[in-house]
């Protein structure tokens, strides 16, 4: 996910904005935070040991990669062979003219991507690389490929089991799919599909407000490093950026100021664009490197040097940047995607596979490439996350690491606006929606903005970083347990595709 | 029979198309198809909140189009003795409106020169500038 730039548990990596000076409530948030926060942790990120290395597999990993495989086999290579339907269906297609005003597939998929899209595609490929060597990028790529399968299940799972209100707003996730779908499949587990679903909302109300700190903060400390590292003016000021983004996010989530979000919304892509684009452009320059590249990558991911772990550390800390970047087997794209407007849930599935494959196969592949073919890397060197990014552009367009700032900032903006959302669809589930209610929740996001940037509360970021790979555990029990449903369901709609019987408008 | 299709969005200049379009149908003995449409993109970003009430706000788009524009112009015309058909859509002008032209086999579109602000249509060209480039039928572009 976007605001994974640290490792946690076994790699911690100083966070380059540790210029905060250490005050007395830090220490005593930290004090009470920490023993939860560790508890939490040790589950998540406990690592069954492995022989031969001394790394260890981290739970929440094995957990998702296992479930991204399964799906794919049970969905018969679903990730792969559905890419170019569900491409006709993101063109519209398939969309019946009298929908338009509605919420299209694209629009469904570009606001989930703008929840994921950010510093793990930037941050995140630097670390596996620096941490991992060129291999890494193989596993990253074939997490991304694999991962696209959760997608799709838990995606249609969470338009199947929206709520549709009468004054036609939508509530969809994993609540939902959790509560109703075990409920009506399952009628003995009935309990079980409501305790998983709390479970869920209260992890992703965690995930919701801890990744909203994190991403301040990481913001800011982007922001001083381009400004100066610790000689820069605005040393000391994170209270006042925080203080400034709280009032962006406010004005959106609260305001309703369309306004601002509509700038966001023409920028992030924007931005995307720039940098897909940028990072094309170096790999067009040096092109007579590319097959050398990729085979690097294709060497290093099954004969890796042994400065990078062996082999079973360079396959570990792919897939662990692919699984914490797409967010496949979380639930919270599920969330995003279940406003779309349609009455076949499988077709949002569907879109939902290039989730995935943007996020973690192109942009990722083109920022491992760009860092590989400049260069970049300083073997058994520091880890790096956004600042080997930064020097790999860096050194072709010198005037980058100012776009990259600019693109971490709104990226950082657009992931707190989404998740912003997600915190809440989980807090109304809980306790139920209204004006006041509502308003806490928006409330205390804005708190969570402003304490991110200001203060540095360690025990905080890993109770986050913890409270959202968590969400998986609820999540994927039911998604396995519904999978069926979504069979039965996918099944027949391709037979109906094959067979021509779907229509198309163009 | 001829059948005319006019372009209206709220606009002074929409509402002199229309008094053309009226007085031309008249004069042809046309009916009159008139058309508002709702400026919407396939393809815009939306944040999740947007995209939730999106089936709500495109409900509350069209009831506004309906009862606040295109109902008011509609009622005195009727009485006039014209036939007419009111139209709210979303879309892109230009394309609904080529669209609706051939859906309805019109035989002429008649829109107001302006209608963006005077920089975007110098720029991009307006609705007028583009349906005369894609129109299947003639267009008369009202000043």
Same mark, same amino acid.
Request: net charge neutral.
């Given at each position: 996910m976007?605001?994974?730039?640290?490792?946690?548990?076994?790699?911690?990596?100083?966070?380059?904005?540790?210029?905060?000076?250490?005050?007395?409530?830090?220490?005593?948030?930290?004090?009470?935070?920490?023993?939860?926060?560790?508890?939490?942790?040790?589950?998540?990120?406990?690592?069954?040991?492995?022989?031969?290395?001394?790394?260890?597999?981290?739970?929440?990993?094995? *957990?998702?990669?296992?479930?991204?495989?399964?799906?794919?086999?049970?969905?018969? +290579?679903?990730?792969?062979?559905?890419?170019?339907?569900?491409?006709?269906?993101?063109?519209?297609?398939?969309?019946p003219?009298?929908?338009?005003?509605?919420?299209?597939?694209?629009?469904?998929?570009?606001?989930?991507?703008?929840g994921?899209?950010?510093?793990?595609?930037?941050?995140?490929?630097?670390?596996?690389?620096?941490?991992g060597? !060129?291999?890494?990028?193989?596993w990253?790529?074939?997490? $991304?490929?694999?991962?696209?399968?959760?997608?799709?299940?838990?995606?249609?799972?969470?338009?199947?089991?929206?709520?549709?209100?009468? &004054?036609?707003?939508?509530?969809?996730?994993?609540?939902?799919?959790?509560?109703?779908?075990?409920?009506?499949?399952?009628p003995n587990?009935?309990?079980l599909?409501?305790?998983?679903?709390?479970?869920?909302?209260v992890?992703?109300?965690?995930?919701?407000?801890?990744?909203?700190?994190?991403?301040?903060?990481?913001?800011?400390?982007?922001?001083?490093? /381009?400004?100066?590292?610790? @000689?820069?003016?605005?040393?000391?000021?994170?209270?006042?950026?925080?203080?400034?983004?709280?009032?962006?996010?406010?004005?959106?989530?609260?305001?309703?100021?369309?306004?601002?979000?509509?700038?966001?919304?023409?920028l992030?892509?924007?931005?995307?664009?720039?940098?897909?684009?940028?990072?094309?452009?170096?790999?067009?320059t040096?092109?007579?490197?590319?097959?050398?590249?990729?085979?690097?990558?294709?060497? $290093?991911?099954?004969?890796?040097?042994?400065?990078?772990? $062996? +082999?079973?550390g360079?396959?570990?800390?792919?897939?662990r940047?692919?699984a914490?970047?797409?967010?496949?087997?979380?639930?919270? @794209?599920?969330? @995003?995607?279940?406003?779309?407007?349609? &009455?076949?849930?499988?077709?949002?599935?569907?879109?939902?596979?290039?989730?995935?494959?943007? &996020?973690t196969v192109?942009?990722?592949?083109?920022?491992?490439?760009?860092?590989?073919?400049?260069?970049?890397?300083?073997?058994?060197?520091d880890?790096? $996350?956004?600042?080997?990014?930064?020097?790999?552009?860096?050194?072709?367009?010198d *005037?980058?690491?100012?776009?990259?700032? /600019?693109?971490v900032?709104?990226?950082?903006?657009s992931?707190?606006?989404? *998740? #912003?959302y997600?915190?809440?669809?989980?807090?109304?589930?809980?306790?139920?929606?209204?004006?006041?209610?509502?308003?806490?929740?928006?409330?205390?996001v804005?708190?969570?903005?402003?304490?991110?940037?200001?203060?540095?509360?360690?025990?905080?970021?890993?109770?986050?970083?913890?409270?959202?790979?968590?969400?998986?555990?609820?999540?994927?029990?039911?998604?396995?347990?519904?999978?069926?449903?979504?069979?039965r369901?996918?099944?027949?709609?391709w037979? &109906?595709?094959?067979?021509?019987?779907?229509?198309?408008?163009? | 029979?001829?059948?005319?299709?006019?372009g209206?969005?709220?606009?002074?200049?929409?509402?002199?198309? %229309?008094?053309?379009?009226?007085?031309?149908?008249?004069?042809?003995?046309?009916?009159?198809?008139?058309?508002?449409?709702?400026? *919407? #993109?396939?393809?815009?970003?939306?944040?999740?909140?947007?995209?939730?009430?999106?089936?709500?706000?495109?409900?509350?788009?069209?009831?506004?189009?309906?009862?606040?524009?295109?109902?008011?112009?509609?009622?005195?015309?009727?009485?006039?003795?014209l036939a007419?058909?009111?139209?709210?859509?979303?879309?892109?002008?230009?394309?609904?409106?080529?669209?609706?032209?051939?859906?309805?086999?019109?035989? %002429?579109?008649?829109?107001g020169?302006?209608?963006?602000? !005077?920089?975007?249509?110098?720029?991009?060209?307006g609705t007028?500038?583009?349906?005369?480039?894609?129109?299947?039928?003639?267009?008369?572009?009202? !000043?």
């Amino acid at each position: 996910m976007s605001f994974r730039i640290s490792v946690p548990a076994c790699l911690t990596i100083p966070v380059p904005g540790a210029a905060f000076a250490d005050q007395g409530l830090d220490g005593t948030i930290d004090r009470l935070v920490t023993p939860l926060s560790d508890a939490l942790s040790a589950l998540i990120f406990y690592e069954i040991p492995l022989p031969l290395v001394d790394q260890g597999l981290p739970f929440i990993v094995l *957990w998702l990669v296992v479930a991204a495989l399964f799906f794919t086999v049970y969905f018969g +290579f679903i990730n792969l062979r559905a890419m170019k339907h569900s491409f006709r269906l993101l063109r519209g297609d398939y969309t019946p003219p009298d929908a338009a005003g509605e919420v299209t597939h694209f629009q469904a998929l570009a606001t989930a991507l703008s929840g994921t899209v950010g510093l793990g595609n930037i941050a995140g490929v630097a670390l596996a690389v620096s941490l991992g060597g !060129p291999g890494a990028t193989f596993w990253m790529i074939l997490a $991304g490929l694999l991962g696209m399968s959760t997608k799709f299940v838990e995606c249609t799972l969470g338009v199947k089991y929206r709520n549709e209100y009468a &004054d036609g707003t939508v509530s969809g996730g994993p609540m939902y799919y959790l509560s109703k779908g075990i409920a009506s499949e399952y009628p003995n587990l009935a309990v079980l599909g409501k305790g998983l679903a709390i479970v869920f909302a209260v992890f992703c109300i965690g995930g919701a407000l801890g990744g909203t700190m994190f991403q301040t903060n990481q913001a800011f400390s982007q922001l001083l490093n /381009v400004t100066g590292g610790g @000689a820069s003016v605005l040393q000391g000021y994170g209270w006042l950026f925080g203080v400034v983004v709280a009032l962006l996010v406010g004005m959106v989530i609260i305001g309703g100021i369309r306004s601002i979000a509509r700038v966001t919304e023409k920028l992030v892509p924007v931005m995307g664009v720039t940098y897909v684009l940028a990072g094309l452009l170096i790999i067009g320059t040096h092109i007579e490197q590319l097959p050398a590249a990729f085979g690097a990558i294709v060497t $290093g991911a099954f004969q890796p040097e042994g400065v990078y772990g $062996g +082999f079973v550390g360079v396959l570990i800390m792919g897939l662990r940047r692919a699984a914490f970047s797409n967010e496949a087997g979380i639930g919270s @794209a599920a969330i @995003a995607h279940s406003a779309v407007r349609t &009455d076949k849930p499988v077709t949002e599935g569907l879109v939902a596979l290039y989730e995935p494959f943007i &996020d973690t196969v192109v942009v990722c592949t083109i920022t491992a490439l760009v860092i590989i073919i400049t260069g970049s890397i300083v073997p058994s060197g520091d880890v790096e $996350g956004v600042a080997l990014t930064s020097r790999a552009f860096a050194s072709v367009f010198d *005037w980058f690491p100012l776009v990259l700032l /600019v693109a971490v900032l709104l990226f950082a903006f657009s992931t707190v606006i989404s *998740w #912003s959302y997600y915190g809440l669809k989980a807090f109304t589930y809980l306790l139920g929606e209204g004006r006041d209610r509502e308003l806490a929740f928006k409330g205390s996001v804005l708190v969570a903005t402003v304490l991110g940037s200001s203060i540095n509360l360690f025990s905080v970021m890993n109770f986050a970083d913890a409270m959202v790979l968590a969400m998986s555990l609820p999540n994927l029990v039911g998604v396995y347990l519904l999978a069926p449903v979504v069979k039965r369901e996918f099944v027949a709609y391709w037979r &109906d595709y094959k067979a021509g019987r779907l229509q198309t408008y163009r | 029979m001829e059948r005319f299709l006019v372009g209206i969005d709220g606009s002074e200049c929409g509402d002199r198309a %229309l008094s053309t379009a009226v007085a031309q149908a008249r004069a042809a003995g046309a009916e009159l198809v008139i058309c508002f449409v709702i400026a *919407w #993109s396939p393809y815009s970003f939306s944040t999740p909140q947007e995209n939730a009430e999106r089936h709500r706000r495109r409900e509350e788009e069209l009831e506004a189009a309906r009862s606040k524009i295109l109902e008011p112009r509609v009622a005195g015309l009727k009485a006039g003795g014209l036939a007419i058909e009111s139209v709210a859509r979303h879309g892109h002008p230009v394309r609904t409106l080529v669209k609706l032209a051939e859906e309805r086999e019109a035989d %002429l579109i008649v829109v107001g020169r302006s209608g963006d602000t !005077p920089l975007k249509t110098r720029i991009f060209g307006g609705t007028a500038v583009g349906l005369v480039q894609s129109s299947p039928v003639p267009v008369l572009v009202v !000043p």
